[in-house]
């Protein structure tokens, strides 16, 4: 069973920056895509950047490219999301999962996510 789990949330200022790890547990990610989503109070989750290990294709919703970047560990089995100039609308808990056999170009569906991990909240907040 594939274990995702998240880390690096936390209460951060308008303008600020955060880090978001996921450490992923279980399989070769050769044959799989990791990705962020994101899901705000009252709100349905949505997708926030993915990154598809077999040929590191990425996805990034568009309005987020300027601020976020996904990247993979030297290890291996970890995807990091860095979020910079963050605003009160990024307020949400944050969720790592894993989509297995992705197809390059259809990357980062929320109803395509085969695994998840048990979310970290971040907090944009003055």
């Known amino acids: 069973q594939l274990q995702l789990v998240e880390s690096g949330g936390g209460v951060v200022q308008p303008g600020g920056s955060l880090r978001l790890s996921c450490v992923v547990h279980g399989f070769n990610l050769d044959y799989y895509a990791i990705g962020w989503f994101r899901q705000a109070p009252g709100k349905e989750r949505e997708e926030v950047s993915c990154i598809k290990f077999g040929d590191d294709s990425k996805y990034y919703t568009e309005s987020l490219r300027d601020r976020f970047t996904i990247s993979k560990g030297n290890a291996g089995n970890t995807v990091y999301l860095q979020m910079s100039a963050l605003k009160p609308d990024d307020t949400a808990v944050y969720y790592c999962?894993?989509?297995?056999?992705?197809?390059?170009?259809?990357?980062?569906?929320?109803?395509?996510?085969?695994?998840w991990g048990q979310g970290t909240q971040v907090t944009v907040s003055s």
């Open positions: 999962a894993a989509e297995e056999d992705p197809v390059t170009g259809q990357l980062c569906h929320v109803n395509l996510q085969d695994y």
